[in-house]
Every structure is written in C-alpha cells, then in structure tokens.
C-alpha cells in the first residue's frame, strides 16, 4: 500500500550493530504497529502506539525499541542486532474508529550475519 | 495464551477450483475476522473481513464463514485464477482492556493457482 512507506526495503547488517527501520504513513491514522513475519509463524507484533504519545510493547518486543517522532512516523530500532533477528518487517496503521482493520507498509527484508 | 490455528500450510489447486483455508481460535473474546493476501514482495492487504455476529460474509468469488460455537472461520475463493496465488492469512482480533483491539494472526496459507 502506497499509503504505507517503508524504508529500508533491504538491509543486511552485522551482529551488535545498532539499525534503525523507519516507517511514515500518509493515511491520517493516529496508531502504528511494527510487526516481525517469520516462516511457519505469521505476524507477531513488536510494538504498537496509539499517538505521538504513547508507546506499547507488543508479544515480542525484546531486543527492540521504538520511536514515534509524529503521528506519521513510526521507527524501529535494534540496538544490538543479533541473527535470530533476521525477519522480514512490517508497519501498519490504522484509524482511531476503526481500529481492528490495519493497512500495511510493503516490509522490510533484514538479514543478520 | 491465545493462538490462531491455520490450515493448511500450502495448498495446490487447478484453475478453476475453489479453495478453501481454514482457521481455528482459542479467545472467546474474539470478535472480529480479517483475512489478508500477501502477494510476493508486498504487505498483507485486507481483502475480506467478517464481524462476530455475521455467519457468512460474500464478496464476488470470496467468502468468510464464521462458527462461534467451534471457534471456527473459513475463507473460500471459487473459480480460483493464476492472479490468486498469494499468502492468506487469517486473524483473530479482540478489544484489549486499554481500548485497543489485540490481534493474532495464523500462520498463513501459501496457494498456487496452477494454469
């Protein structure tokens, strides 16, 4: 979705170095997600903000922080990237009234060596 | 605590067929049922959704039924064509006691739509 931008698209780095994944959003919604899509394991939610605010851990959330610079912006970092971390990464949004339908950025593929 | 069961993993249909994936969830809290297709390269998109007091939801050649009683929905996609092969994913969402809704996703069904 155009709507949801995700930046990088791919990213390799190495294992104890700090990245960040940032996501921007031109849809209005007032809360963000970032999620971690392995193989066999679905979408496991990482972080979750409802505004600029308020910052939520989500099931997985070790490992990984979170900054919401604005209400479109929503970063992710790894502060100490380990191999295990290597995922694919999604955003997503979505509106205060309807808040259980998310729209989701196209991912970014990272890969720890 | 809670899960989303999907199956299957992979499913291989001619052109043509229908396909049918099905989902199963433990909250019984549960209230609301997306459905999204990821195509290769891109995010998951919505591309149906059923509420739990609706059984059957149609959309041209999908459909979402829902069983509360068996903690049960299904997505069917009839006259299945080449442009259906995708990752579907089924979830689950319940409203958290913040006010946010909690979603779990199943682990997603990869279809092949074979020419």
């Known amino acids: 979705d155009a709507d949801v931008t995700q930046t990088p698209r791919n990213r390799i780095t190495k294992t104890g170095k700090r990245i960040m994944l940032e996501c921007s959003q031109t849809?209005?919604?007032?809360?963000m997600y970032w999620y971690r899509q392995d193989p066999g394991l679905g979408l496991r939610l990482i972080y979750y903000?409802?505004?600029?605010?308020?910052?939520n851990k989500g099931e997985i959330s070790d490992g990984y922080s979170v900054s919401r610079q604005a209400q479109a912006k929503f970063s992710l970092s790894l502060e100490s990237a380990i191999p295990n971390q290597t995922a694919l990464y999604f955003c997503?949004?979505?509106?205060?009234?309807?808040?259980?339908?998310?729209?989701f950025g196209p991912g970014t593929r990272l890969l720890v060596l | 605590g809670e899960n989303v069961e999907q199956h299957p993993s992979t499913l291989s249909v001619q052109e043509g067929d229908s396909a049918v994936i099905k989902c199963t969830y433990s909250d019984s809290a549960s209230n609301y049922f997306p459905w999204y297709k990821q195509e290769l390269g891109k995010g998951p998109q919505l591309i149906i959704d059923?509420?739990?007091?609706?059984g059957e939801k149609k959309d041209q050649r999908i459909a979402v039924t829902l069983n509360k009683t068996a903690k049960h929905f299904s997505l069917h996609i009839t006259e299945t064509q080449p442009e259906d092969s995708a990752v579907y994913f089924c979830?689950?969402?319940?409203?958290?006691?913040?006010?946010?809704?909690?979603?779990?996703f199943g682990a997603g069904t990869r279809l092949f739509v074979k020419a």
């Open positions: 059923i509420r739990s007091n609706v």
């Open positions: 997503a949004t979505s509106d205060r009234l309807r808040q259980e339908t998310q729209y």
């Open positions: 849809k209005g919604h007032d809360r």
């Open positions: 979830a689950a969402s319940s409203r958290g006691i913040t006010g946010g809704f909690k979603t779990i």
């Open positions: 903000s409802f505004d600029v605010k308020d910052i």
